[in-house]
């Protein structure tokens, strides 16, 4: 029988878990106890930092990721990038350090006060075992609960003179989470797919999540459908340059119900039914729309605010439906367009926009896209710009692209740096305000010579507050301007390369140099506000 130490560490190696991303303190110092040299501790400056940029490790590997917290108050700060996790479906499995057990009753310094109940409800399972013995188990099943659908973070508190301790032995054990939807309901949604004269498929992160791009194309395809992105989603899930793609669908119901109104049958694959951001009364689709949801979230399914909900993983729901409805089940492309009567995007594509003086984000965004290096991902957090980004940048592969899919900022920096770490070429396009929440992630970049280049959009605002306020007629809003902050600076401080930009003319070769420099680089580039309500237009194809 091993010690809790080599026994826990035993556990991590069985599930990947040997990049840990962390920022320490006095309640994990027993942890740290012969380190042992095949485990890489990623120091993060910061704990939200930490969390995030384990996030974008585990969607760069698709497998789980460790994040070691400093008791109650690193779990703290943690718990906005928890919070992100938890909604976007990432596998991150939370530890943090807790007070020796023999000083629990008296109130420590540093103690935790019922640490399983402060995460919650923002993870999937969060536990303190009662025995220092039961801490690898307790391991073991927090791996198991994070990486079975619907994946999310998981918790486990452990106190500080645990370490030392005798451990249980761990059994060897394997959980295979993929399932499919109930037969005759699947024969229902392949039966109205097969008669739809104007079928849509709604395309959500899950997709991506499940490795599902080609069945989701298959689908499309046989089927003729038009295909959206979900409101607000956190990955791309549909190759955005196919002739099927229509657009983002926006955040505001009125503008759902207006799209969606279009098709006699639609199918909601692997995202909620529907985000919002703001309010506006009416049904989410027409009674003369028949809508399916396929998902593998029981909650997600329960509070859907219409249709019909099948439980399935995305990848077995998407493929047995393939398989109910043959080969030419559907409709065909048409040489005119879709099924929804929408032309084919090579007949009606807009002209780039240009670069003129003042820099606005339409073309900056428009170069950025034309000049990214094959192969790289792009992680954006530009509330204001986001409509903007997914007009000029099309994504077109799996696990392409990133956001945040439940808004709390800081994510966006974190995110990239942890993909960029697990050996992609990362481009992260952030906002000015954005960029502060986690801004600190940048010295690991610099530290572990990321291949990550940040593009800050500069309009010394948080223009995303301000254009939510101008849909409800407020038009200057307290606590919004952002002015005197110099970036290159701040970045040169962590050990980033770093430049600033504030002419059409000086911006191409800019950012020239910042693709090509081979570690972080931070370029912050002068763009202009808009007086534009957010969500103001609606995000389709003409």
Request: glycine share 10%.
């Amino acid at each position: 029988m091993g010690d809790v130490r080599s026994t826990f560490l035993d556990v991590c190696r069985r599930a990947g878990l040997t990049t840990w991303f962390g920022n320490p303190g006095s309640t994990e110092l027993r942890m740290f106890r012969d380190w042992p040299a095949d485990v890489d501790y990623v120091l993060a400056l910061q704990e939200a930092s930490a969390a995030g940029m384990a996030a974008g490790w585990s969607i760069a590997t698709g497998g789980p990721a460790l994040v070691s917290l400093h008791s109650a108050g690193g779990v703290g700060h943690a718990l906005g990038a928890i919070f992100n996790a938890y909604r976007d479906r990432i596998p991150l499995v939370v530890i943090a350090g807790q007070q020796t057990r023999a000083m629990l009753p008296t109130r420590p310094f540093l103690g935790a006060d019922e640490p399983a109940l402060f995460p919650r409800p923002y993870v999937k399972w969060s536990h303190q075992p009662e025995r220092a013995a039961a801490v690898p188990g307790a391991l073991a099943e927090a791996c198991r609960v994070a990486t079975t659908p619907p994946r999310g973070p998981v918790f486990l508190s452990i106190p500080e003179d645990d370490w030392d301790q005798e451990a249980d032995p761990v059994p060897v054990r394997t959980v295979h989470g993929g399932f499919g939807p109930e037969p005759d309901a699947l024969r229902e949604v392949a039966g109205a797919l097969r008669e739809a004269r104007r079928p849509a498929i709604v395309s959500g992160p899950g997709v991506d999540e499940d490795g599902a791009w080609a069945e989701t194309v298959a689908l499309a395809e046989t089927l003729g459908a038009a295909v959206w992105a979900a409101p607000m989603a956190s990955r791309a899930a549909f190759p955005e340059d196919h002739p099927l793609f229509r657009g983002h669908l926006s955040p505001v119901r009125t503008s759902i119900a207006e799209v969606l109104g279009r098709y006699d049958v639609v199918l909601v694959l692997g995202a909620p039914v529907f985000t919002c951001h703001v309010h506006t009364e009416g049904a989410f689709v027409p009674d003369r729309t028949r809508l399916f949801h396929l998902d593998c979230d029981p909650a997600a399914t329960a509070w859907a605010a219409a249709g019909t909900s099948l439980l399935s993983t995305i990848r077995v729901g998407a493929r047995a439906l393939l398989d109910e409805i043959g080969p030419g089940g559907g409709r065909l492309l048409s040489a005119a367009g879709g099924p929804d009567g929408v032309p084919d995007e090579k007949a009606t594509k807009r002209e780039a926009p240009h670069l003129n003086d003042p820099l606005a984000a339409a073309g900056v965004l428009s170069a950025l896209g034309a000049a990214m290096p094959d192969g790289a991902v792009l992680v954006e957090e530009a509330p204001s710009h986001k409509d903007t980004l997914h007009e000029v940048i099309p994504i077109t592969r799996p696990r392409g692209f990133v956001t945040t899919g439940s808004g709390a900022l800081g994510w966006g920096i974190p995110v990239a740096v942890g993909r960029a770490l697990a050996g992609e070429r990362v481009i992260c396009v952030t906002g000015d305000g954005s960029s502060l929440y986690s801004i600190q992630a940048l010295w690991t970049a610099a530290q572990r010579d990321a291949s990550l280049t940040v593009l800050i959009l500069n309009n010394q605002r948080y223009e995303a507050v301000s254009g939510l306020a101008r849909r409800i007629g407020i038009h200057s809003t307290p606590g919004t301007t952002l002015p005197g902050i110099d970036f290159p600076a701040i970045a040169q401080g962590f050990g980033c390369s770093s430049a600033r930009v504030t002419t059409a003319a000086a911006f191409p070769e800019a950012l020239d140099r910042a693709l090509r420099h081979p570690g972080p680089y931070v370029l912050d580039v002068a763009v202009t506000a808009t007086d534009r309500p957010l969500y103001e237009r609606l995000r389709h194809r003409p």
